[in-house]
């Protein structure tokens, strides 16, 4: 990995100055269905000699937006692409050597698929007027896709990743043989019917430079292009649903010059297109809203891609393509291609499909025990004791992260107070059972549907395992008991062991204490009290362990100098079963 600098952000790259073409190379060296063209930045489809009498789609432009252009080269897309340099249009001689290329190989004319940005309208240009005067038959579309600017400028409208549809349709029609003059005119009226629009939380950076621009914390860019531009407006950051409202409301703008002609009872294609940065995780958020929100206002999303389709390097963004289509257009969408980074889709509609499947049926609950049917006292002191143990693990959240913050994603005491937010909601829905086997049960199925992560399904083991033994007794043989079968559970699906520093070290302490219920004449409070106090000494005790299970167990012990968080909490759960407990018996 190159240093590129104090003023640039780090890339992964060989040099500056060859960043383009190696990547041109890993692409091609990855998939043996393209070939390089020798001496140029050009990859074309190795199969190249079998498109004798059909049309050739070129397009390319500047390097850094990839997958496009070559993820799109392939059967049904594109023949070939030609890449400049980051964010650079490429050279006349390499588009002038893919079109002689293409036009060798026996094809029957070349369209060239070109966003409109001066250079590459400049560059392909000539070297298109250059191949006509060589007698070869070329053609030019050029795509203006972007919405953002409601004044039209003197130079167009951008060409952003609405370009990618063209590539798909004009591919379509040129695998049904139709021909180039026919193909130009069909795209050029289909691609008047497409507008994009794009966010950014972030600018991006040109390996060897700094950001393009700077955004506050609390900001957002909205209506940039895909070269690191500003864009149009600063706005402040706010939820996903007010994002893509925003930019829906932008784009279908009919006072706005560049709008596209979307409304109640259109139909489109949707792309959702990650700018370069953003998690899968965002970029599902954003396609539910998008989807959710054209549908409010009556139009049909007859497909949707979600994916990264035409980035701008690195920058955290994202962008919205509309595209109006009918039957026909969709036939060429839905069209077979391998072209590497075209998404598999489904060929139904998104719109009108039933995306909810019914739960399924609860199993009918057996009927409580006898001894415990309408026990109104021993309801009211299992919800004293749950509802102690939610106001302990919500007023540990913040010490608990901080815990947590060493070996793992800091969010142990987010976890646990969320758990202790839904047993509060639980509690509040009416009297909890009065037997403890369905206590626990309910509690297990709670915990692994609310508390998610790791230690919801622990939780969720231990109390399910724990629930048995109470089935047929609750004395304080049938407890001690359901403390073994939870602790049993929990070891052979979390392989962690004593000693591993983990909440197990806090709970088997514990149950060691615990064990004297089995004896005659065993008292509750002081065994009980015993294992409090040692589960309090096996939670301050982990901090001198090595941790050997869990996220910890990838850190050096070195750095881990506090007490595991989920044995600090699993103790702390204790305290306040004991401390209930003490209250009822004073």
């Excluded at 798909?168 to 040129?174: S, Y």
């Excluded at 009927?367 to 693990?393: C, F, H, W």
């Excluded at 050997?548 to 968080?565: C, E, K, M, N, V």
């Amino acid at each position: 990995m190159k240093f590129l600098g104090k003023l640039s952000s780090k890339k992964m790259v060989n040099s500056v100055e060859g960043c383009a073409g190696d990547a041109l190379a890993g692409f091609v060296a990855c998939n043996p269905d393209l070939q390089l063209l020798q001496g140029y930045r050009v990859a074309l489809r190795s199969d190249l000699d079998s498109l004798k009498g059909r049309v050739a789609l070129l397009s390319g432009g500047g390097s850094g937006h990839e997958p496009a252009h070559a993820g799109f080269i392939g059967k049904g897309m594109l023949t070939g692409v030609i890449a400049g340099a980051v964010f650079a249009s490429p050279a006349v001689g390499s588009i002038l050597a893919a079109i002689r290329a293409v036009a060798q190989a026996g094809t029957a004319g070349t369209l060239l698929i070109v966003k409109n940005y001066t250079g590459d309208r400049l560059n392909f240009g000539l070297a298109m007027e250059q191949a006509k005067a060589e007698g070869i038959s070329v053609e030019m579309v050029v795509i203006e896709d972007d919405s953002a600017f409601t004044v039209l400028k003197k130079a167009g409208r951008r060409g952003l990743c609405g370009t990618i549809l063209i590539h798909k349709v004009a591919g379509a029609l040129a695998e049904e043989g139709m021909g180039l003059e026919e193909i130009t005119k069909k795209v050029s009226v289909i691609a008047k019917a497409i507008g994009t629009l794009g966010v950014s939380l972030s600018p991006c950076s040109v390996p060897g430079t700094k950001p393009t621009f700077e955004l506050a914390a609390d900001e957002m860019e909205l209506g940039l292009g895909i070269h690191g531009e500003a864009g149009v407006r600063r706005i402040k950051l706010v939820p996903v649903d007010q994002i893509v409202t925003l930019m829906l409301d932008h784009m279908t703008d009919t006072s706005n010059i560049s709008h596209v002609p979307v409304k109640s009872g259109s139909s489109v294609v949707l792309m959702v297109n990650n700018l370069g940065g953003l998690s899968f995780l965002e970029l599902g958020i954003i396609a539910d809203a998008a989807i959710r929100l054209l549908e409010g206002r009556g139009v049909k999303v007859a497909r949707a891609l979600v994916g990264t389709f035409m980035s701008a390097l690195e920058m955290r963004g994202v962008s919205l393509t509309l595209m109006l289509v009918d039957e026909p257009l969709l036939k060429l969408i839905d069209a077979e291609t391998n072209a590497k980074a075209w998404p598999h889709m489904s060929k139904v509609s998104v719109t009108g499909r039933n995306r909810i499947r019914a739960a399924p049926t609860e199993p009918a609950e057996a009927p409580e025990a006898t001894a415990y049917r309408n026990l109104g006292v021993a309801s009211k002191q299992m919800t004293l004791v749950l509802d102690r143990i939610s106001t302990t693990l919500i007023g540990l959240e913040e010490h608990l992260n901080a815990l947590d913050r060493a070996a793992g994603d800091g969010d142990c005491g987010s976890t646990h107070s969320r758990a202790a937010k839904a047993i509060q909601g639980w509690l509040k829905e009416g009297p909890t059972p009065a037997s403890p086997a369905q206590v626990l049960s309910k509690l297990s199925v709670l915990l692994l549907e609310k508390m998610g992560g790791s230690s919801g399904a622990l939780y969720g083991l231990f109390l399910t395992a724990a629930a048995q033994p109470l089935k047929a007794n609750t004395d304080l043989p049938a407890w001690s008991a359901a403390m073994d079968a939870g602790l049993k559970a929990m070891q052979k699906y979390g392989k962690a062991a004593p000693g591993d520093r983990t909440m197990l070290d806090s709970l088997w302490a514990a149950a060691q204490e615990l064990q004297a219920w089995k004896s005659p004449g065993a008292s509750l409070l002081p065994v009980l009290t015993k294992a409090v106090k040692s589960a309090e000494a096996a939670a301050e005790a982990t901090k001198n362990m090595e941790a050997g299970a869990g996220r910890a167990s990838y850190i050096s012990s070195a750095q881990l100098d506090q007490p595991d968080p989920g044995a600090v909490a699993a103790a702390a759960i204790f305290r306040a079963i004991l401390e209930v407990l003490q209250t009822k018996a004073a």
